[in-house]
């Protein structure tokens, strides 16, 4: 999922992990014990749309996990239990909305099967416990407009079993720690497509206009996997090998389907070779889902996506930005799904490993530019959030759902990059291959997972796991330079700041001239110095030079020292690092064109920063340079670059650049289009704003941003229902101060307005989100939106206020 048996013996790792820990008073999460082992499950289900509800019958086959029992309790949440019996016969059982417990006729023994029948209706809207990511109530079972009221919305069923939440429509043990194989029987309106994991076995049509669709899996996997998803799609066929792969999408996206997901059988083809493991499983489907609670899901052999993955060519040509996701997903099937965290407190070996793919695929697929540009970013995101008191492997913690988060899946994946340049790539690929294949249709924990790595490596890898996957935090460096013009050495001096010491390899690239050499050492204590002879005095020493360790790193540069980086350092971050600290000294004219020959960069990233960055002050002086910014605005290869260069170009106002706006008028990437219309709009408003208003509304909300600019500073209140829709993703959800700040402007606008359609829309917009986003506190943040609206119409002179007021009222019920 996208936003898992040995105890270690070791009294000093057990002590740090209690202090650091316990003292938030969280309780100790041990692996759910296992008193029964469940074998297998068979379900017949349909469902009553206008109640959101699933009558089900269930055949589970389990057996005692090793001491003999007479009582089962399964986790069945919100359900009404109609039902239970054995071999014809009824049982005794009680249930208390969250578990059922059911009496046997006799003690049974390790490994000696029988099978329960239940009878159950599941009721998800009753259920109400939380979710990971942005799910507000893991309800396990979602209608999606089941009473068709919503024309523009169509109806839709899908499940959501992560964590543990499968068990709101069939009872099971939710545990990640159990596996089982299954049957499926869904009836549904014969106008539905259906989508389960395994095989769809055959479908039988009934008199009453309903389809009863078999799906069979035979393996075994945890029931947090089992997936249903119901619907109106399309099925666009390919295939890895003999393996069908599907995509299931709505009728609109059908012709973009491979557009969007044809990487994924290269994808299956890569995780395979570099595994060394063949794709396990009979088939790879995916499905989008809307309304979806989360970025994706890796249900096995049938993963479901957010809308997010639904991109029209115009966005795609600019970049596929769910194609990390679908990758992500689809290293579940090895990491997660194969091989299972055996509790949550281990789900980093699901989710790191899921995390790390995305890096992999980027290398393998674009180059290591590109995965190491994603690869900083997110370890920008762990960094930024509060995560540094938080082990990867945490046995402490107050509610599962917490475990995902930037620890378990940005930081993890960094540990994982860190690990395969120790051992080497070799080594990596044949551990990985190691641990899927001892734990196989199994669950394992982080321990295991080292003993795979070092049987393979002949390496002690305790060090290493205890650092980053049983503690917490990352090196902070202190680094200052001795040099000895006698002896033409320099001394590196090396500190940690953090309370506690690391241990590490450091990359550290000596600059003598164009030559760089590069020296490979080991940090084994908190303060250390090394001694690294030169033979000119060198123009400049990078630390960590190819970006591998998880640090933060102080030290003195001078400008100069930017410069010389930016133009010959390796890698992405430490270019970027040099650029963003080079911005504001352009008045100095080695600077200035030192950014301007960073626009000449081979990677596109280093190419956009550049002209986001670059001064045009005093243009008539810079008439190269501008030149050099229209020809990227034409010819670049990449469109966001091309994008980037007509924003810049935007800034001059200068009417001689119509024609390159009217061109990217025309493009085809709706970047270049809407930074085009942006750009027009200073030197011609009137074209700008007739091109604005011929747009589909597809296209216009897609390019909303640069529209919601253009109509703000054109008063345009015809437009003001269309911005309404956009405020909260642009306040809250944007990491762009500039678009937070335009999003605010346009709340204020709409929240004064006499416009009872925007006013609509924006309360709509922020019950949406509110909702959505509740664990982070999003609904609080709404009720003061709306509080803040309803004053704002009582100051006002509109004659809609009253309206106004109670359409922000039925709102604000709903959020609280």
């Known amino acids: 999922m996208k936003f898992k048996n040995v105890i270690t013996l070791i009294v000093l790792l057990v002590l740090n992990v209690y202090l650091v820990e316990a003292q938030l008073n969280y309780r100790y999460r041990a692996e759910n014990e296992k008193k029964f082992e469940l074998k297998h499950t068979k379900l017949k289900v349909d469902f009553n749309f206008n109640e959101k509800k699933l009558n089900g019958e269930e055949w589970v086959t389990m057996s005692p996990y090793f001491y003999e029992a007479k009582k089962v309790i399964l986790d069945a949440k919100g359900m009404l239990i109609k039902n239970v019996s054995l071999n014809g016969k009824n049982l005794e059982y009680t249930y208390n909305d969250l578990k059922l417990s059911i009496v046997l006729p006799r003690l049974y023994k390790r490994e000696e099967e029988f099978t329960l029948y239940i009878k159950y209706i599941a ?3 009753k259920v109400k416990q939380k979710g990971s990511i942005a799910i507000t109530s893991a309800k396990g079972l979602y209608f999606i407009n089941s009473d068709g009221k919503d024309k523009d919305k169509p109806t ?15 009872p099971t043990i939710d545990s990640p720690n159990q596996k089982t194989s299954q049957e499926i029987y869904i009836t549904v309106p014969s106008k539905y497509i259906t989508l389960s994991n395994g095989k769809l076995e055959h479908q039988t049509n009934h008199n009453n206009g309903t389809r009863t669709d078999y799906w069979n899996f035979k393996q075994k996997h945890a029931p947090y996997l089992f997936f249903m998803g119901v619907g109106e799609y399309e099925i666009i066929k390919d295939k890895y090998k003999n393996i069908p792969v599907d995509y299931y999408v709505e009728k609109e996206y059908a012709p973009f389907a491979k557009d969007i997901f044809g990487n994924t059988p290269e994808m299956l083809a890569f995780f395979s070779k570099i595994t060394g493991i063949e794709y396990p499983w009979n088939k790879y489907a995916q499905i989008v889902g809307r309304d979806y609670v989360s970025g994706a899901m890796e249900n096995t052999t049938a993963v479901i996506h957010g809308e997010r993955a639904y991109q029209m060519p115009g966005q795609l040509i600019d970049q596929n930005i769910h194609e990390n996701t ?5 290293f579940h099937h090895w990491f997660g799904n194969l091989v299972t965290a055996e509790s949550w407190s281990n789900l980093t070996v699901n989710e790191s490993f899921a995390n790390y793919s995305e890096y992999l695929w980027l290398e393998y697929k674009y180059g290591r530019d590109e995965a190491d540009a994603h690869l900083y970013e997110d370890r920008e995101a762990y960094k ?17 759902e917490d475990m995902f988060d930037a620890v378990s899946y940005n930081k993890g994946g960094a540990i994982l990059h860190m690990l395969r340049n120790y051992i080497g790539n070799e080594a990596f690929n044949l551990g990985m291959n190691t641990y899927l294949k001892d734990n196989k249709y199994g669950t394992a924990e982080a321990h295991q997972l080292r003993l795979a790595f070092e049987k393979v490596s002949g390496k002690d890898l305790n ?13 902070k460096l202190d680094i200052s330079y001795d040099y000895n013009k006698l002896e033409k050495t320099v001394t590196v001096n090396i500190n940690q700041l953090q309370p506690k010491g690391f241990k590490f390899p450091l990359a550290i690239d000596v600059f003598e001239g164009s030559k760089r050499i590069r020296h490979n050492v080991f940090i084994d204590k908190k303060d250390t110095s090394f001694k690294l002879a030169y033979s000119i005095r060198p123009n400049l020493i990078i630390i960590n030079s190819d970006g591998v360790l998880l640090c933060d790193i102080n030290e003195n540069k001078v400008m100069n020292d930017y410069i010389f980086q930016l133009q010959h350092a390796t890698n992405f971050y430490h270019k970027k690092e040099a650029l963003q600290q080079m911005t504001n000294s352009q008045q100095d004219k080695k600077v200035f064109e030192a950014i301007a020959e960073a626009l000449n960069d081979k990677f596109y990233k280093i190419r956009i920063l550049a002209l986001e960055n670059i001064s045009l002050a005093n243009k008539y002086a810079k008439k190269e340079v501008i030149s050099k910014i229209k020809f990227l605005a034409i010819n670049d290869k990449k469109t966001l670059v091309q994008a980037a260069a007509i924003e810049t170009l935007g800034k001059l106002t200068d009417p001689e650049l119509k024609p390159i706006f009217e061109k990217g008028l025309k493009s085809k990437s709706y970047a270049v289009l809407g930074k085009s219309l942006v750009g027009m709009y200073y030197i011609d408003k009137k074209l700008a704003i007739e091109k604005s208003k011929t747009l589909p509304i597809e296209v216009k909300k897609i390019i909303a941003t640069p529209l919601t600019r253009i109509y703000l500073e054109e008063n345009d209140n015809d437009e003001l229902d269309f911005i309404a829709s956009n405020v909260m993703s642009g306040m809250f959800l944007s990491q762009n101060k500039n678009i937070q700040s335009l999003y605010k402007k346009a709340y204020d606008k709409i929240a004064s307005s006499d416009n009872l359609k925007a006013i609509n829309n924006l309360v709509d917009d922020i019950v949406e989100k509110g909702l959505k986003y509740k664990q982070y506190n999003f609904d609080k943040v709404g009720i003061n939106l709306l509080r803040q609206m309803i004053q704002n119409q009582k100051n006002s002179s509109s004659e809609n206020r009253f309206k106004n007021i109670e359409v922000i009222k039925l709102g604000m019920e709903k959020l609280l």
């Open 123 to 125: 009721r998800p809207e």
């Open 326 to 330: 679908i990758a992500h997903e689809a």
């Open 156 to 170: 839709q069923i899908w499940t959501q079993g992560e964590t543990e939440a499968s068990s709101c429509w069939f």
């Open 463 to 475: 060090w290493f796991f205890n650092q980053w996957y049983f503690s917490n935090g990352h090196p």
């Open 384 to 400: 930024k959030g509060q995560n540094s008191d938080k082990n990867l492997v945490r046995f402490y913690y107050e509610n599962r």
